[in-house]
């Protein structure tokens, strides 16, 4: 478990009612939101220099605990020690209170004067549902949905011309909530079954800066389903001749009773999603 008093205290906030989704929980969004900011912070003032979202070239975020209206935030980051590639990397945690309620870990590690951290406390901070990469490609006979997202707004771009941390997840969210409606998990389903899905592991990894004023796209996948979970794969691209990559967001997400909290079977129509092999 990561000490509640680790790391130094690098972004301050508090969870706003217009920042809660449909399960008036605080949107995974603003989660990253906050995870940018301090990741900003500590590059500049190790550096005096802000990278914006260049700061990490993946996020993996992991969610513990579910936040509401009013809730106090306080993001404290450390520096993973640990033998292997995770060496280095700089781990976020996000605390109400007393309650652990998501983790970052960014890679690569940015040189910084942060406290340490071993792999031991950081264990909650590391991969578990993400850790092999996606296939490249669909399984022949997925379901692959695409989504317009409309044209790239100037304050959707942080001061470097990428897309901010939180539009990326604000659009990979819409992305994925249409595919899995089109697949059966609906809101009628959910009232009627009591059973909605809830993500717990992403990876981000931005990539291209888009063109202001170009319209995007985004696609995405669901590449594999065990017992009480899915990963899927969401791609945000240029709409243009390259369709060249903005971003690309894996997920791991649970399906849960809404009355209980617990993990349950996913869905027998899912698995129509995969195609074949």
């Not at 990397?89 to 406290?115: I, Q, Y």
């Not at 941390?165 to 249409?178: A, C, E, G, V």
């Amino acid at each position: 478990m990561i000490p509640r008093a680790s790391g130094r205290q690098s972004y301050c906030t508090r969870v706003e009612r217009w920042e809660c989704d449909y399960n008036d929980h605080w949107n995974v969004r603003f989660y990253g939101r906050s995870f940018q900011a301090a990741a900003e912070a500590v590059a500049y003032h190790a550096s005096g220099h802000n990278p914006g979202t260049e700061v990490a070239a993946s996020r993996l975020m992991r969610f513990h605990s579910e936040l509401r209206v009013s809730a106090p935030v306080e993001v404290r980051t450390s520096q993973l020690i640990a033998p292997g590639p995770l060496n280095g990397a700089t781990v976020h945690a996000l605390w109400s209170g007393d309650t652990l309620a998501a983790t970052a870990l960014d890679l690569p590690g940015r040189a910084a004067d942060l406290p340490d951290l071993s792999a031991t406390e950081a264990a909650m901070a590391l991969p578990k549902g993400i850790v092999d990469a996606p296939p490249a490609f669909p399984a022949m006979g997925a379901d692959v949905t695409e989504v317009a997202l409309g044209p790239v707004r100037p304050e959707e771009l942080d001061h470097t011309g990428h897309l901010r941390f939180d539009t990326i997840l604000r659009h990979s969210s819409n992305i994925q909530h249409i595919q899995l409606n089109k697949l059966g998990l609906t809101p009628e389903f959910a009232a009627q079954h009591r059973i909605n899905r809830m993500g717990v592991e992403f990876r981000v990894t931005p990539m291209a800066r888009p063109e202001v004023t170009a319209p995007l796209m985004g696609r995405t996948w669901v590449w594999k389903i065990a017992g009480k979970a899915f990963w899927a794969v969401t791609q945000i691209l240029a709409t243009g001749t390259d369709k060249r990559m903005i971003a690309q967001i894996e997920m791991c997400v649970v399906t849960v009773n809404l009355d209980t909290r617990k993990a349950v079977a996913v869905p027998e129509f899912m698995y129509a999603a995969l195609g074949g092999n």
